[in-house]
């Protein structure tokens, strides 16, 4: 799908999700049309970079926010499940004491039900799940570091511009000294996205409403009680979505 920024309407939808797929966008679109193409957001994905970056030369690729965090909370997944194998006592032998057993069981128990207050935002915690995390960065400092970091990239995108570079450039370092597997790659995963990182903190656009036009796409499927083919939902979906909605009798 593809929603134009300006006016917040859908332009074009197709089958797939490859690079064929969006070359049939540009190929509807021409390159005359294309080359007045500023900004472009889009999810990580490696096929739509390559797609714009051939058939929209002029346009700036901006990094949408949301993915960019998705991969702290998957690097911060890693550190969770370390944390719990280690209080399960899955990578070193079982103790013969029960007591510390018992112990360490109810730890990973304890960790696997804080794992949506290590996912969620920190005004979105409930008195709970502030308490889960206080437990946690007591018994298990490094998975507490790796849940500031997840933050520290949240926060990169919520200040913007120069100070989310600085903000960005201070995360990274700190990423890269963290002796944790999993956020090192995750800095040089960035490092190899900064440009278009760069370019989201100067404009501030974001895959939002792709996301928002995709749950009304679903919404639209749901009215229908299903479609069968792809072609009748992106008519309904033109025809609802798109820049040119019909007058329809009775409405203004």
């Not at 207050?117 to 490094?142: C, F, G, S, V, Y």
């Not at 970091?149 to 511009?161: D, S, T, Y």
Request: hydrophobic letters at 45%; a positive charge; aromatic letters at 8%.
């Amino acid at each position: 799908m593809v929603v134009d920024h300006d006016t917040g309407r859908l332009v074009w939808a197709g089958p797939g999700r490859n690079d064929a797929a969006l070359h049939a966008f540009f190929d509807e679109l021409g390159d005359d049309r294309a080359a007045l193409l500023t900004h472009v957001s889009a999810d990580m994905a490696d096929w739509i970079a390559r797609v714009v970056a051939a058939r929209a030369p002029n346009a700036v690729q901006c990094a949408d926010p949301f993915h960019v965090v998705a991969w702290a909370i998957d690097a911060l997944d890693v550190e969770r499940r370390r944390a719990w194998n280690e209080a399960a006592g899955r990578q070193q032998p079982r103790k013969r004491n029960l007591v510390r057993r018992t112990r360490a069981t109810g730890d990973s128990r304890r960790i696997a039900r804080a794992r949506y207050a290590l996912w969620k935002n920190p005004d979105q915690l409930t008195d709970h799940q502030h308490a889960q995390l206080e437990w946690i960065a007591k018994t298990d400092p490094r998975l507490h570091r790796s849940y500031l970091l997840k933050e520290g990239l949240r926060f990169v995108f919520a200040v913007k511009g120069e100070a989310g570079k600085d903000a960005l450039d201070q995360w990274l370092s700190w990423a890269r000294r963290s002796q944790m597997p999993a956020f090192v790659d995750l800095a040089r995963k960035i490092a190899r996205n900064r440009v278009a990182i760069d370019h989201n903190l100067d404009s501030g656009l974001s895959n939002g409403l792709i996301e928002s036009t995709n749950t009304k796409i679903r919404l639209l499927t749901r009215i229908a009680y299903g479609f069968h083919g792809h072609e009748p939902l992106i008519a309904l979906a033109l025809l609802s979505l798109g820049s040119h909605p019909p007058v329809l009798p009775g409405r203004k």
